[in-house]
């Protein structure tokens, strides 16, 4: 009497046994590779202290955007980014720093540095418009900010203090 194994990938229960961890593996390693590149969760950049279960903010440069009454347009168009001041007591001379935050993926922000003109700052930037913007303009120097949400296929956005009202 002979007895001829069976081969075991011709058993269907073999499938699963190995398959099924397998695709789960390859799986948990699709969502890894995804979560690492997609970058921060956070919605906010600023740099947060953590005391206890409490997340502290330096506010300190909102509130002094508000005390100066600085508002500002930005514009962007022809491949130019443009600020144009409102209201306030800005240093003209003085070189500004812009940022432009994607909403959801960190990889995809974008910061430039604006020069003086004329009517106010510029740098050439031709950011994509097809989503929103969170948009922050501040001081070289950090001591005052002011913000705004540039919504999708809009040009231009009214910049005000996080503070007060404009």
């Not at 144009?84 to 430039?112: C, E, K, M, W, Y």
């Amino acid at each position: 009497m002979t007895t001829d194994r069976p081969n075991m990938w011709r058993e269907p229960i073999m499938w699963l046994v190995w398959g099924l961890p397998g695709v789960a593996v390859a799986a948990s390693v699709g969502l890894l590779v995804s979560a690492i590149r997609t970058g921060g969760a956070d919605a906010i950049t600023d740099r947060v202290d953590e005391t206890g279960d409490v997340h502290v903010a330096d506010l300190g440069p909102d509130m002094r955007a508000q005390q100066l009454g600085l508002s500002a347009v930005v514009r962007i168009q022809d491949g130019k980014l443009e600020v144009f001041p409102v209201n306030g007591n800005f240093d003209h001379a003085a070189t500004l720093r812009v940022s432009l935050q994607h909403p959801i993926q960190a990889g995809l922000d974008l910061g430039r540095t604006l020069r003086p003109n004329d009517l106010g700052w510029s740098v050439a930037a031709a950011p994509d418009l097809s989503h929103d913007w969170n948009v922050q303009l501040a001081s070289e120097n950090g001591d005052w900010r002011i913000q705004g949400r540039l919504p999708k296929g809009q040009h231009a956005v009214y910049l005000k203090p996080a503070f007060g009202t404009q």
